[in-house]
């Protein structure tokens, strides 16, 4: 089987379309036309929001590269700034938005599109290495530590 299959890819693009379709509040399966009204529900869910309430200054640290831009690419889809500080890390990502449409919406939205590609990732990872590296996947083994270790004191190398 080729490594990442159209088949897998397939599946992840249906799956991210579906976790979409339940953020933007509807029940219909539909094309393209479906996606752009799907994300442009959310967008007028945001300036609802951002009438009643004013956008804060919040400060996000992404565990990885992947999950800093997915992050990145869902607010600048909903027409969110991000941005960082001088200084900052990279996996820091900044953004003004108002608190209740990060926690009803973008923040859950993030979780589960994150938990999904996460998850295909390292399906494909586990195939690239069992396919070109080794294929065998057993974890370490587990031993006991050596009586200076557990003494705390240091062990010659």
């Not at 539909?30 to 959310?42: Q, S, T, Y």
């Not at 609802?48 to 607010?75: C, K, Y």
């Not at 900052?88 to 938005?97: E, I, K, L, W």
Request: hydrophobic share 35%; net charge neutral; with cysteine.
């Amino acid at each position: 089987m080729p490594i990442g299959s159209n088949t897998d890819e397939q599946e992840l693009l249906e799956t991210l379309k579906k976790v979409e379709a339940l953020f933007s509040g509807t029940t219909f399966d539909g094309e393209r036309n479906a996606a752009a009204e799907a994300i442009e529900r959310i967008r007028e869910r945001l300036r609802s929001v951002q009438a009643t309430q004013p956008p804060e200054e919040f400060s996000f640290s992404m565990p990885d590269g992947w999950s800093r831009r997915l992050f990145t690419a869902l607010l600048c889809r909903y027409g969110i700034q991000p941005y960082r500080y001088r200084g900052q890390r990279r996996t820091t990502v900044m953004a003004r938005v108002p608190r209740r449409f990060l926690d009803e919406t973008l923040w859950p939205e993030f979780n589960q599109l994150n938990a999904v590609l996460r998850s295909y990732l390292e399906r494909v990872t586990e195939r690239v290495i069992k396919a070109s590296i080794y294929a065998d996947d057993a974890e370490a083994e587990i031993r006991n530590e050596p009586a200076a270790l557990a003494d705390g004191r240091a062990t010659p190398h």
